[in-house]
């Protein structure tokens, strides 16, 4: 008789396979289940995926954490990469439009400007009214956030969680992090230890 799949299953396994790498996840699925499948298979899941309304929350400190930064009357912005269309429903689903001074999503300028690259970054200092040296960027995933230090002067400080999808990620040309944290409540102590 055929096996049956649950839905659980198969999310648990696509989680583990992105994990594992973030390339071609649903072909990856499809092989992992010895199914024959075709392009259009691939593209229909990557479209879903894409457009479907995202339930998505923030970690449980970041609300706090962002608050705690308002005080000290900083300036907040977001740089997120990856297809305009899913970054924007996330971004509405986390409602951070009302979180966030300025919020940039890369794929809007362009493919080629998704993170390395440093024009969102130049965008984001010439619209918050700050000088590089003043920006602090956090990010979570090697391969892409902490080179930019390299562009230009901004400090970088890498989240990383023991649950972090990026954890055994390899450094962009070896680029590492000027500073490391365990969760985002510890950023505002490091911060002031900055000052």
């Known amino acids: 008789g055929e096996a049956v799949l649950t839905k ?15 390339k071609r996840v649903f072909n990856r699925l499809f092989e992992s289940y010895h199914l024959k499948f075709e392009l259009m298979d691939v593209q229909a899941l990557v ?13 449980k400190e970041v609300k706090e954490v962002l608050l705690q930064l308002r005080q000290k ?3 907040l912005g977001i740089i997120t990469d990856g297809p305009a269309i899913a970054q924007k429903k996330k ?9 966030f001074d300025k919020i940039i999503v890369t794929d809007e ?8 690259n440093g024009k969102s970054f130049q965008l984001m200092a010439r619209d918050l009214g700050v000088d590089y040296r003043e920006m602090v960027y956090v990010g979570d995933n090697p391969e892409k956030d902490f080179y930019i230090q390299k562009i230009y ?9 023991e649950e972090g999808v990026y954890k055994n990620s390899l450094y ?18 490091l911060l002031s230890h900055m000052e």
């Open 109 to 116: 300028l362009g493919r080629d400007y998704w993170k390395p």
């Open 8 to 22: 659980e299953e198969i999310f648990t396994r696509l989680m583990l396979l992105f994990r594992e790498n973030n």
């Open 47 to 59: 479209e879903e995926y894409r457009n479907h309304e995202p339930d998505i929350f923030y970690y």
């Open 172 to 189: 962009l040309e070896g680029v590492r992090e000027m500073y490391k944290i365990s969760s985002l409540d510890k950023l505002p102590g």
């Open 153 to 161: 002067p901004i400090h970088t400080v890498r989240v990383e969680r």
């Open 91 to 99: 971004l509405e689903a986390l409602e951070a439009f009302q979180d």
């Open 73 to 75: 009357k900083m300036k």
